[in-house]
């Protein structure tokens, strides 16, 4: 029985858990682990731009103008570039100025937009997702704690 009990206490601490650090930092979120190199899923604020659509076939086409200019050729999107495409294609209000959205805290934006925003690597686009307010893109610019 002495057996038994000490594989459950030191499941708590140390044990099985701490051989998964990078699951556990990552589980937390905004926790204190931001020891990651990529800081991806640990910043507390992100600065990005964005593209929202009430249709999918927008989304795409306004996505189509970014990977034809930059991304097919492996290549991320100038903030200045991606501002244009915003400003034609986003029907944000948003889109009036080039998409930008500025710093924003983690629990400020809902669902998978969160979600894609702070899992975007600095520099990148993301692929268009869908949320309760359309489709997007985002453009990820800058990542702080």
């Not at 998964?20 to 899923?41: R, T, V, Y």
């Not at 948003?94 to 500025?102: C, E, I, T, V």
């Not at 710093?103 to 692929?127: C, D, I, L, Y």
Request: hydrophobic share 25%; proline share 5%; charged share 30%.
């Amino acid at each position: 029985m002495g057996k038994d009990s000490k594989p459950k206490e030191s499941s708590k601490g140390k044990g099985k858990q701490a051989a998964s650090g990078g699951e556990d930092n990552a589980s937390k979120g905004k926790g204190k682990g931001g020891k990651s190199g990529d800081g991806l899923g640990t910043c507390t604020y992100v600065k990005a731009r964005h593209i929202l659509c009430e249709k999918q076939g927008k989304i795409n086409e306004a996505y189509k103008k970014l990977q034809d200019g930059w991304l097919n050729n492996g290549d991320k999107v100038p903030a200045a570039e991606f501002a244009k495409v915003a400003a034609e294609y986003s029907e944000c209000p948003s889109g009036k100025k080039g998409g930008d959205l500025g710093w924003f805290p983690r629990g400020k934006m809902a669902g998978p937009f969160q979600e894609v925003a702070f899992n975007t690597p600095v520099g990148a686009t993301s692929a268009p997702f869908k949320s309760t307010h359309g489709y997007h893109i985002i453009l990820c610019e800058g990542r702080k704690n």
